[in-house]
T-cell receptor, first 115, second 111 residues
């Protein structure tokens, strides 16, 4: 158990809908990262928050957004869902801002299925 | 851009050693990671190596790093059926935030 929690574990929804994925980092970790794992693209970085502020952006679509709250939990919002958004979404956390020596610990993931 | 390459499949017999290889293009990373993903599960940090090291051993796991050739390997001694999983090589992006992952190597262990 990494100490990172994600809810829900599974989510099934229809195209055009909006969903929210939730992540609680390990105790003491200030950074939260979101990754998407799909069969064709592999594991791709979406976005990072550090202590409530957006820190870095990866291949995140404009239909997707995220935020980190004062209690450091984070939410990833996915809107206008398409079939291709079906994937496993991971949250990871680390102690500091993220860097070459800042190890990331991953949650169990949320499996999103868009029908 | 940065790239991390891994072979996709490896099949071994129980009790044999497994060697999973990874090559990368970015040479600025100071830590290189191995993550394990079991079926239906999340990513588990397996081990990591600092770039000023050539080798790191942790029980049945041995990580070898050849910085000149930008080659990283993970050796699992006495491979067990419980080691069957997908193994990912990962290193930090040049900017030092996101992890760049290889496609993952699926290790299949037969008894």
């Amino acid at each position: 158990d990494s100490g990172v929690t994600q809810t829900p574990k599974h989510l099934i929804t229809a195209t055009g809908q909006r969903v929210t994925l939730r992540c609680s980092p390990r105790s003491g970790d200030l950074s939260v990262y979101w990754y998407q794992q799909s069969l064709d693209q592999g594991l791709q970085f979406l976005i990072q928050y550090y202590n409530g502020e957006e820190r870095a952006k990866g291949n995140i679509l404009e239909r997707f957004s995220a935020q980190q709250f004062p209690d450091l939990h984070s939410e990833l919002n996915l809107s206008s869902l398409e079939l291709g958004d079906s994937a496993l979404y991971f949250c990871a956390s680390s102690v500091l801002t993220g860097g070459f020596t800042d190890t990331q610990y991953f949650g169990p993931g949320t499996r999103l299925t868009v029908l | 851009g940065e790239d991390v390459e891994q072979s996709l499949f490896l099949s071994v017999r129980e009790g044999d050693s497994s060697v999973i290889n990874c090559t990368y293009t970015d040479s600025s990373s100071t830590y290189l990671y191995w993550y394990k993903q079991e079926p239906g599960a999340g990513l588990q940090l397996l081990t990591y190596i600092f770039s000023n090291m050539d080798m790191k051993q942790d029980q049945r796991l041995t990580v070898l790093l050849n910085k000149k050739d930008k080659h990283l390997s993970l050796r699992i001694a006495d491979t067990q059926t419980g080691d069957s999983a997908i193994y990912f090589c990962a290193l930090p992006h040049q900017a030092g935030t996101a992890l760049i992952f290889g496609k993952g190597t699926t290790l299949s262990v037969s008894s």
